[in-house]
């Protein structure tokens, strides 16, 4: 579904990815993962066309750079880490900008409208959001707002969807909550899920393939668990990955 | 929590147009000389229909002045609101306006040097200070982008408002030096720099409609991105905004707008900052209500502000600027702390 090749960033004479390249299939789920300032966030931000880059990115065979940014969303959504909303928008204000790409401008006809509706409703349904819609997004807690968001990403209907660290600042029960509503989204058939997670854990659970990366350049990819491996990931964190999980888990045991 | 509705209702159209045509009446009526309710319907039935008039006194105020005052008082005032909610939406930022950014700054300053040096284009139909504003205006936002974009790819909030900031310094300097070369005519120049609407026409009123209505019709029809926007710009290109052909629209229509504004009535600050605050409140941040609602709102808080400045001191005359910066800044004040609160 989605290729990336020889991808390389530069912002100025700092080189942030270097000739990475990977690719994602239908139903599979990607973790990007490595240390802080591997270029993690960096790769998705291209693949959004929000930095320029050299290489080529194709989705279904197309070139990213070339669609429209209507088509794009109407393909890739984006779930990121932290939202501030300045203004007191209501939460279903908020889930219908996910249409944006289907009906922009006034010349919607019924029939979109009633589409529009429709996905927004569901999107609300599914993350739970329904008996909140009319809330100011102002006074939600951040696991909420978190919710609201991917309620507005499923509203895009996206094949292909992004998480940037989605739950890095969230509860434990919002973690759970989020990865367990992307995990039965994934199970349509026709969709994929790239995400970059700082928690080996959860890449660990949730990912089916991953691309380790490490200072802009790629050190790994494949199969989850081959990537994740003890040999791989004490390279590349420069400590004993590991042994270091283990000793943390082990105090749960009672 | 009450339901809003996604657009602006018939109704409230309705409401708004009153409001704003009751507060127009009000303004045309009280003056120097009041002219009463019902001579203003017997002025205007014979201007229409090309009667002789019987008042000379009233007629005599009424159709060359006031009524052509206060239709460029309201017009200005609702310009301004819009660019000022569009700013505000655009990035993400309550405090962004046109002045803030800079561009009324250097509007002035395009006016300042056509007044200064008497500057005169031939064969142009409308006086040399609006062109120069408006040229002026858009050659802020060129300088004010290319540095923005110049030192942030994305150009975030903070670069642009910064950028604003520290070109309103510099342009207020360049200011300074004009008016140091040109001090014969240091009156009228800081009397306009300083706002006022006084002696305005019809053909300032047409020339203010028509570009309300084409920047205005721009801006609302960019509702939806201005939502995306003022929830967040990443969150706009994710959803499938396209960012800097929708930003530079936007920008460069708030940039005529102001131009106009600039040349007409001079720097009139705070009526973008304050109304689309007060709009908000009233029927929330969604642009496709907050536009119209904002654009009314400028109209009758400007007419209400050059009220005062006419009237307060009567004979003598306040200038606009100094209405709306005394009443803005009150308003302002309340409004960040009521936010901060929250």
Known sequence: MLEVKNLSVRYGDLTILKNVSFSVREGQWLMIIGPNGAGKSTALNAITQGVSYTGEILLKGCSMEQLKPTERARMVGVLAQNHYVGYSFTVEEVVRLGRYAYSPGFLSGRQKEKEDKTAVEHALALTGMAPLRTKSVLTLSGGELQRVFLAQVFAQEPQLLLLDEPTNHLDLIYQKQVFGLITDWLKNPGRAVVSVVHDLSLAKAFGTHAVLLDQGTCVAKGEAKEVLSAANLNEVYRMDVSAWMRQMLSQWEE | ?342
């Open chain 2, 1 to 342: 929590m009450k339901i809003r509705a996604e657009k602006f209702r018939l109704w409230e159209y309705l409401v708004f147009f009153i409001i704003t045509a009751v507060v127009f009446c009000l303004c045309v009526c009280i003056g120097s000389v009041n002219i009463p309710l019902s001579d203003i319907g017997t002025v205007l039935k014979n201007a229409i229909l090309g009667r002789p008039q019987t008042d000379a006194l009233a007629s005599s105020i009424l159709l060359p002045v006031r009524i052509p005052r206060v239709l460029c008082v309201a017009l200005t005032g609702a310009a301004l609101s819009v660019a000022g909610t569009a700013m505000q939406g655009l990035l993400k930022n309550p405090l962004a306006d046109g002045s803030t950014l800079g561009v009324s700054s250097g509007a002035a300053l395009g006016a300042v040097l056509a007044i200064a040096f008497g500057i005169v284009f031939p064969g142009i139909p409308f006086a040399a200070t609006t062109v120069l504003a408006i040229l002026f205006a858009f050659l802020s936002l060129l300088i004010i982008l290319g540095l923005a974009y110049k030192l942030d790819y994305s150009l975030s909030t903070n670069t642009i408002i910064l950028i604003g900031v520290i070109y309103s310094m510099f342009v207020s300097s360049a200011m300074n030096i004009v008016i140091t070369f040109a001090s014969d005519k240091i009156q009228s120049i800081t009397f306009w720099t300083m706002g006022s609407l006084q002696g305005s026409g019809y053909t300032d009123a047409a020339l203010l409609g028509v570009t309300l209505v084409l920047c205005g019709g721009v801006i609302l029809f960019h509702a939806r991105e201005l939502n995306a926007f003022s929830i967040g710009e990443d969150n706009a290109r994710h959803i499938g905004v396209n960012v800097r052909r929708a930003k530079l629209l936007i920008l460069i229509t708030v940039s005529i707008l102001i131009g106009v504004c600039v040349s007409i009535g001079g720097t009139i600050g705070f009526v973008g900052l304050v109304t689309p605050h007060m709009a908000r409140m009233i029927v929330g941040p969604n642009h496709k209500r907050l536009l119209p609602a904002a654009m009314f709102g400028g109209a009758v808080f400007l007419m209400l502000a050059d009220l005062i400045a006419r009237t307060l001191l009567n004979p003598r005359e306040l200038s606009i600027g100094v209405v709306t910066s005394l009443v803005g800044a009150v308003v302002f004040v309340f409004i960040f702390y009521q936010s901060r609160k929250r």
